[in-house]
């Protein structure tokens, strides 16, 4: 298994929920992480990472949803985001720069980046490194790796393509009715 | 049957870009028995081609070689490799556009005059009039088969317009409808009516709107008259000792070179692209490149006054269904100092899909304040703002020192400050937005900044004295009698319209200057 999958667990064997808690060693912020993968927590998702740390790619998810935060997209589709980073060429850079935000949520008191409850207290760490060229390299990437998922689409409302379909002529292109 | 010219053939007329003005110029010369050869650096993409998704289509269509930017304009920041939205295709932007056709008013050709003295504005009267240009209007009118001209309907609204109507008649505006759009309300011209696709943007895959990708072009080519080579990208205008110019050195699709001699040089390579083949056409004769004794090659850089207002409503829109450019309000387009801004504006309905959305709503923006707009997505109305933005010298195209290009060749520099004019009228027309908007029921507006410029003029303008600007009011260059400009950049002014009605007049009216002044012998 080298990208995301449903609740087909890592390498292809479907793990259920307390297979995957017994092989973690944190669940932490709703993910679970464990040796080389992070998953959800109802083992609905599981990404193995080939590079990254597990905790810096829990970390990066939990940045990506703090950056651009929907509460009706579930974390896979952050996940599916940023996997792109978890390469031999962007895994230094990102493993740099999730470090220098833990070391500022332990400056804000804090053990590391994932343990903060609040969203609010998150995007002020985020706000104070929101110039740094690593925060403009994950807020950048996202514009295009999570909102043009088609998988996403639909949660906006959004209907993508409609040419297949013959358009909206006689689909609703003026079905307003509430004016 | 396609025609074929030999390289040496030097009694053809070359045109560099097959967009809206290079296009049209092609087949109307064609038309006439003209010979033209036309290069165009990017591919043949027809409506079967064209792909229903905002960034697979932007990947297949978008002009993204080597550009920088410099200014106080958000684009240098937020898109600083890309000053521009624009085509590499055979049919250029007007594969783009959404179709907006309208007339200058009377009083836009002649800023001049009827602005005054605007300080840091290079402002200057068109040579030509609404007089002049009203039989070259009614034929590209024709020709584009716009809504609302001749006796073609107008199109229906969809939700997006029906939401910008409610807004701007409840505010007493009057001019308010369903647009003059080269869009077929009816089939017209052996093409389709519109089918509400949405996705004008990415090329109209039923054909309904005109591009002369599939119009223009095709029946060119049919004439026997016109040869287009595309995936040739025009490097180097060159001329003889006695200043004539002589042909285009082009590379081909596989980077080689070649040399077609020309009659007439026509550029049409849109207003960043023109000045720059100008100016990479330096030569000793013509140390500050080719048709620039008065130095304006290049300058009064024009992108058109823009913005976008989106609105959000407590039920939803679906403002993506349908024509991208539904409606517009045009009463704010009258002159009328008192605003506080000489020019004046239009607003127009706009959709974007989720991927450009994100994109363009606020470049560079994050956190709860953005991502609660996108969730307002499916509730959302947008309309876009374009107004007539200031001339200024100092806006301009310029060959990069260090950038260059695919070629090797400078790259073009893109500088743009906003007037104190443009950003009276921009904040005026937000207000307006967010006002018609509100009006119509929103909880929440977003006066969205501009996106990378779709409309850009001015950089060859035409001058009645040749100090003053690059071509005559023939698009004819000053300097060089065999070489014209034929899109965009001959613009002295923008007006408040949406360029390419004018474009395309132009170049129809240019057609015939040129096969007059072969025939008489005069080129
Ligand atoms: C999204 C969008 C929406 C728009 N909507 C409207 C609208 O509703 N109404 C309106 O009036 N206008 C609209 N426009 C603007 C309109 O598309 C342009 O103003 C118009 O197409 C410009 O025509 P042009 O001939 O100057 O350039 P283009 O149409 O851009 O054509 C230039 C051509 O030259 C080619 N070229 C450039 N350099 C070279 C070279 N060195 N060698 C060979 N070929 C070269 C390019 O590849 C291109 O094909 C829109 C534009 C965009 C992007
Ligand atoms: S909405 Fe109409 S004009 Fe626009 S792409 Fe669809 S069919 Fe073409």
Redesign the pocket.
Known sequence: MTTLTANRGLRGNALTRRQLISRSFAASAGMIIGAGFIAAPDAAWAYEATTLKPETMATLVRMARDIYPHDRIADEFYVIAVKGYDTAEAAPGVEAGIAALNAAAQGAGHADYLSIGWEDDRVALLRGMENSAFFQQIRGGLVTGLYNQKAVWPIFGYEGESFSQGGYLHRGFDDISWL | MVAKFELDDDSVVLI????????VLANELAQKGVKVVS????GRYMPEDYINDEWDSFAQLA?TDTRTTSGDWRVAKDFSGLPA??????????I???????RFQEHEWKPRTNYGHVTGANLLDWPIDGAEMAPWYEKAETKLGVTRTGDRPGLPGNNNYKVLEKGAKALGYKEVHTGR??INSVDYDDRLACQQTGFC?QGCKWGAKWS?AYTDIPKGEATGNLEVRDR????KIEHDDKGRVTGVL?ADKDGNHHFQKARVVCV????I??PR?LLNSASSMFPDGLANSSGQVGRNYLRHVTGSVYGVFEKPVKMWRGTT?AGIVQDEARLDPSRGFVGGYEL?TLALGIPFMAAFLDPGGWGRSFTSAMDGYENMAGMWIVGEDMPQETNRITLSATAVDQFGLPAPNVHFDDHPNDIAMRNHAYARGEAIYRAAGATRTLPTPPYPS????GTNRMSENPRDGVVNKHGQSHDIPNLFI????QFTSGAA?????T?VALAIRQAEFIAGELSKQNL
Do not use: Q, R
Not at chain 2, 97 to 102: H, I
């Open positions: 560099i870009g097959t967009g809206s003005g290079g296009g290069l165009e650096a990017g002009w939205w624009i085509v590499k295709a055979v049919g250029g932007t007007s783009h556009w959404a179709g907006a056709s309208l759009m080269a943007f002369s040739c990208h025009a490097l082009y049409a390579g849109n207003s692209e023109s083949i450019m127009e779709t409309h850009n003029l034929s899109d965009g950049s319209e949406n360029p390419t009605l474009i």
